[in-house]
């Protein structure tokens, strides 16, 4: 399966994004698709989750409550970012895993990431 995100951007602080993500293929029920965040200099930190098939959803605690994850149809995955703030700087990638994690290391497929910048 390949990933390609879309809609990052410039935003100012308060601001709203929708980060997509489409999959080339159908996304199976037991997946489990995430979004992770990787600002300079840092490692790659979980933000949000969905399990495919329950739609189970999971976020970092500092997005909770401004972030929402969801599923766009069969195959997109989709990230509704309100109330930015500048920490939320980043480059942010979708990912598909076989069961829910909180690490990196654990998911299988990764998009080419989407650049996200929000000034104060």
């Known amino acids: 399966v390949q990933l390609q995100a879309s809609g990052g951007g410039l935003v100012q602080a308060g601001g709203s994004l929708r980060l997509s993500c489409a999959a080339s293929?159908?996304?199976?029920?037991?997946?489990?698709m995430g979004w992770f965040r990787q600002a300079p200099g840092k490692e790659r930190d979980f933000v949000a989750a969905?399990?495919?098939?329950?739609?189970?959803t999971y976020y970092a605690d500092s997005v909770k409550g401004r972030f929402t994850i969801s599923r766009d149809g069969a195959s997109t995955v989709s990230l509704q970012m309100n109330n930015l703030k500048p920490e939320d700087t980043a480059v942010y990638y979708c990912?598909?895993?076989?069961?829910?994690?909180?690490?990196?290391?654990?998911?299988?497929?990764w998009g080419q990431g989407t650049q996200v910048t929000v000034s104060s």
């Open positions: 990912s598909r895993g076989s069961d829910l994690a909180y690490t990196p290391a654990e998911y299988k497929n």
């Open positions: 293929g159908r996304i199976y029920s037991s997946s489990v």
């Open positions: 969905i399990r495919w098939g329950r739609g189970s």
